[in-house]
């Protein structure tokens, strides 16, 4: 059974830091070609953060770049988003996940930023 773990999220003003971490039972990272962070705020759908391949090859949405930072470390298997500069639109459940194929979802790490 996959699950997914995120966690690291709070509450932080804004400019502040946190870095998410996901980890997986059931489930080799390694194996996966690219792993996303996704995020939902209240009243809005998911979105896409950023993704990692396993290569290496990172994207982020625009409204991130320049403030995240998405790693993965296979060993480890884990996922990690730095996320720093951090403004109030950023607050939202943090969720990660395989880019196209969509295990489970795992109960996501809230973050809240304050103004």
């Known amino acids: 059974q996959v699950q997914l773990v995120e966690s690291g999220g709070g509450l932080v003003q804004a400019g502040g830091s946190l870095r998410l971490s996901c980890t997986g039972s059931?489930?080799?990272?390694?194996?996966?070609?690219?792993m996303a962070w996704y995020r939902q705020a209240p009243g809005n759908q998911r979105e896409l953060v950023a993704f990692?391949?396993?290569?290496?090859?990172?994207n982020y949405a625009d409204s991130v770049k320049g403030r995240f930072t998405i790693s993965r470390d296979n060993v480890k298997n884990t996922v990690y988003l730095q996320m720093n500069s951090l403004k109030p639109e950023d607050t939202a459940v943090y969720y990660c996940n395989a880019l196209t194929y969509k295990y489970p979802w795992g109960q996501g790490t809230q973050v809240t930023v304050s103004s």
């Open positions: 990692i391949t396993r290569g290496g090859s990172i």
């Open positions: 059931g489930i080799i990272f390694s194996t996966i070609n690219v």
